[in-house]
C-alpha cells in the first residue's frame, strides 16, 4: 500500500465502518473502496461484548478488503474515546537571559521546549491524554499570539489544550484491535475526524460547531480563528431516542428504531395531530400498534432538545462571548433525523446545516456523506501530519512538530 | 399557576396594543371603573386622555415616541426591548386579553412576542384582533394573516373580526360609526369574560367554563353578541338577530357549532320563556352532542336581554395536557430506575445530578399526548 492510499476503520455504537481512501495531489480525498456492517457488543460507546464486536470488526474488513479486492495491512482508528473532555494547561518560559535582563528573540529550541512542558499534564489516573493542541502564545502582555518565531520578548507562556478520554475503555479497544488482529498505525479521536471532514480552513477560521450525533455518543467540536478551542463528548445519542420511543409508546426497541427512521420528526409540528402512523406486526412477537404522530415527535423533540441543549450549556460556559458565524454544522447519523437541523437552529439561534465530507469523491451517494464524516476526517488528519512530518522546510519542520494546528 | 388573591376570582388584564387596540380598551376601562388595563402603544399620542399608571410607552429609542409607520419587524423590536418589563405585569395574572387591530405595524409584531411571553408566564392569553378592510390593500391582509398564524402558536384562543362584515351591517353609516362598531364589538367581548369570571350568576358561568372551551377549541373561537331593548318579543328579537347578524355569517357559523358558551343576561323581567326559546334555537343550529356551557346573569343596570356567544371553531382532544397546577405542591417522585429499558443494566449516564438514560420526556415532566 502507497501512501497516498490509506484505510480507515470507525467502531460505533450502531454501525462499524471503513473506507479505503485514496490522496490526491489537490488535498481531495477519493473513495475506493467502502463498507458498513451492523456493529454488536457495543452500548454507548462502551464494549459489553468482546467477542461480538471481534467479529463484527472482521466482517468489515472482509467486506471492505472484497471491495478494494486487495490485502489490507494498516488502518488507522476513529474512535469515541467514552466522555471525552477536555483541559486547559499553561507553561511559562523566562527567554531573556537572567543575568543581562535584556528580551531577546524567541528561537524554535524555545517553542519546542515550551511545547513539550506545557503537554506534559497531570490526568487522573482513570483517564488517558488523546491529543494535545497549542491554542495561543503570551510574548510579554501580547495576547494571543499565533506564531511567536522571530519576536523578542523577556518571558513567552503557552497555553494547551489537551483531548483526554476514558483510560478503560480506550485501552480495551486497542486491546480489541489488537486481538482483531489490525496492524493499526493511529487512533483519533472521532469528534474531531468528523470536524476535520465537514469543515474547511474558512469555516474554521469564522468559528464553527461540529455536532456528530452517533448511535451511542454525541461528539461536539468547536472551532474558531483556526483553532480548536474545544470538545467533548457526552454518552447520549440516536439509541437514547429509540429507547425513550420504546418506553414512551411501550413497543419492541427494533420497531422504535424502524418508526423512528421512516416518521420520526425532531420537530413537533402542530399540523399533524390527526395524523395516525400504523406499526404493522412482526415476527419477533409484536402485535402492530396505532400510534399518533404528534406523541412520537414529542418524545423525539424532547430528547434531541436536551442534546443540543447539553452542547449549549458548555459552549455558553466555557466559550462565553465566541462569536460562531460560520454556523452549527451536524453530522453523523442523528443528522438523518427529519427536523433536527431546524431544531438546532431554533436552540442555538445560528445558522445550521447538515455536516458532509467536503472535497470528497466517491461515496455512494451524497446522502452518504454525514455517516463517513468521521472516517474521511481521521483520513484527512493523518494526511495532515503526514505531510507536516514529509515537509522539510526547515522553518515548518520544526514548527508543525509541536504545533498541533491543522492546516 | 400562581394563587390569586381572593380564592375564586380570577385577575384578568386587558392590554389594548397599537392605536386601534389602545381606543378600544380605553373607552371600555371608562365604563368599568374596577377593570385592571394596559394600554401599550410606541406612539404618544394614543395616550393623550389617560393617566399615567396605566400606559405603557414602549421603542422610546427606537421610534423616539413615534408610530411605527406600518412596520411589523419595528413593532417586534420595540416590544422586544421591553420583554422584562411586561414579564412582571403578566406573570401576576390568571388571564390576559389582548386587543388589537392586525394589518398595521405594532399590534402585527407586538402580539405574537407578548403572547408567547404570557405562555411562558402560564398565563392563559385570550386574542381579539380586528382584521383590516379589504380597500386597506392585499399587503396588509396579508401582514395580518401571517400575524395570526404567528400569534396562534402561543395564544390559547384567538377570536377574528372582519372588519368588512361589520361594513355590510352598517352602509349607511359614517366611518367614525363604523369603527365603533368594531370597537364595542370587542367591548362586549371583553365584557362578557369579565363577567363571567367576576360575578357570581344564577345558572353560573365560571372561569372553568372559559377554561373548558380555551382547552379544546383548537385556537380559534367566535364570538357573538345580541341584544334587545324593547319590551315585546323580545326572545324573537334576539333569535331574528342571531339568523342575521354578519358576523354569524348569517347563522352559518351557529350551525353545526361543536361547542360553545352562552351567556344570557337581562333584567328583572327576563322570563324562563324567553331563555327557553332562545336555548331552543340554539340547541337546533348547534350539533347534537355539543358542549354547551349555559349561564343566566341578572343585571340590575341593564336594560333589555343581552346575549353572548362564544363558539369553539372546533373540539379536540388538547394536544399536551399543560394544567400543570394540580400536583404542584407534592408531585410523586420519579423511581430512579424505571424505564431505562436497554440502558438499564449499564453504568448510568450521570450529567449534572441527571440520569441521562431515563427518557427525557419523564426526567423534563413533558405528558404525552394520548
Known sequence: MTHNVIAALEIGTSAIRSVVCEIRDDDSISVLALSEVKSNGIRKGEIFDRNEVIDSVRLALKELELNYRKSISSIIISLSGGNTECYFSDAISRIADPNENIAQEILIDDITELSNIAKRVALPSNRVRLHSFNQYFKVDDIDNVINPLGMSCESLSLKVLTIHGKQSIVDNFQKLVADVPIDYIQAIYSGLSSALAVTNSAMRKSGVVVIDIGGGTTDYCIYHDNILKLCGTFTVGGDHITNDIAAGLQIPVENAEDVKIKEGNALLNLMERDRNISLPSSNNGFNGKIIRAVTLNTIIEARMEEIFQLVKNEIDQKLSNLSLSGGILITGGGSYLNGARDLSQKIFNLPSMIGKPIDTQGLPSVNDGPRFSALIGAVRYFRNNQKKMSNPSKFNKLINLFWGKVK | ?370
Open chain 2, 1 to 370: 399557576m400562581k394563587p390569586s388573591s381572593k380564592k375564586n376570582l380570577k385577575r384578568i388584564l386587558v392590554l389594548g396594543i397599537g392605536g386601534s387596540g389602545c381606543a378600544c380598551v380605553g373607552s371600555y376601562a371608562k365604563l368599568n371603573n374596577s377593570l385592571s388595563y394596559m394600554l401599550i402603544d410606541s406612539d404618544e399620542s394614543s395616550f393623550s386622555n389617560f393617566t399615567s399608571d396605566n400606559i405603557f410607552l414602549i421603542g422610546k429609542k427606537l421610534t423616539r415616541g413615534g408610530s411605527t409607520g406600518g412596520d411589523v419587524e419595528i413593532g417586534r423590536q420595540v416590544i422586544e426591548k421591553d420583554t422584562s418589563r411586561l414579564r412582571v405585569i403578566l406573570e401576576v395574572v390568571d388571564i390576559v386579553i389582548i386587543v388589537g387591530g392586525l394589518g398595521g405595524g405594532l399590534a402585527s409584531g407586538a402580539i405574537p412576542v407578548i403572547t408567547r411571553i404570557s405562555r411562558e408566564c402560564l398565563t392563559r392569553s385570550i386574542v381579539l384582533s380586528t382584521f383590516p378592510y379589504s380597500f386597506e390593500g392585499k399587503n396588509r391582509i396579508e401582514i395580518a394573516k401571517d400575524s395570526v398564524k404567528r400569534i396562534r402558536s402561543h395564544a390559547d384562543v384567538v377570536i377574528k373580526l372582519h372588519n368588512d362584515k361589520l361594513k355590510k351591517r352598517i352602509t349607511e353609516n359614517r366611518f367614525e360609526q363604523s369603527f365603533k362598531e368594531s370597537h364595542f364589538y370587542f367591548e362586549n367581548a371583553i365584557n362578557s369574560i369579565w363577567i363571567m369570571c367576576n360575578k357570581p350568576g344564577i345558572c353560573g358561568l365560571d372561569y372553568s367554563s372559559l377554561q373548558t372551551i380555551i382547552k379544546f377549541c383548537d385556537g380559534f373561537c367566535h364570538y357573538v353578541h345580541a341584544r334587545c331593548i324593547e319590551d315585546s318579543n323580545r326572545s324573537k328579537k334576539i333569535i331574528n338577530d342571531l339568523k342575521n347578524h354578519p358576523l354569524t355569517s348569517k347563522g352559518l357559523i351557529l350551525k353545526d357549532a361543536p361547542g360553545a358558551i352562552i351567556m344570557i343576561r337581562g333584567d328583572k323581567n327576563l322570563k324562563l320563556l324567553e331563555i327557553e326559546e332562545i336555548m331552543n334555537f340554539l340547541k337546533d343550529e348547534f350539533i347534537d352532542d355539543a358542549r354547551i356551557n349555559f349561564g343566566i346573569y341578572n343585571d340590575e343596570t341593564a336594560n333589555g336581554i343581552f346575549i353572548d356567544v362564544f363558539i369553539a371553531e372546533t373540539w379536540q382532544e388538547p394536544l399536551i395536557n399543560d394544567n400543570l397546577d394540580i400536583f404542584d405542591s407534592q408531585r410523586e417522585l420519579a423511581l430512579s430506575n424505571d424505564n431505562k429499558g436497554v440502558f438499564s443494566d449499564m453504568e448510568p449516564t450521570v450529567h449534572r445530578n441527571q440520569d441521562l438514560d431515563i427518557p427525557t420526556y419523564r426526567r423534563k415532566n413533558i405528558k404525552l399526548p394520548k
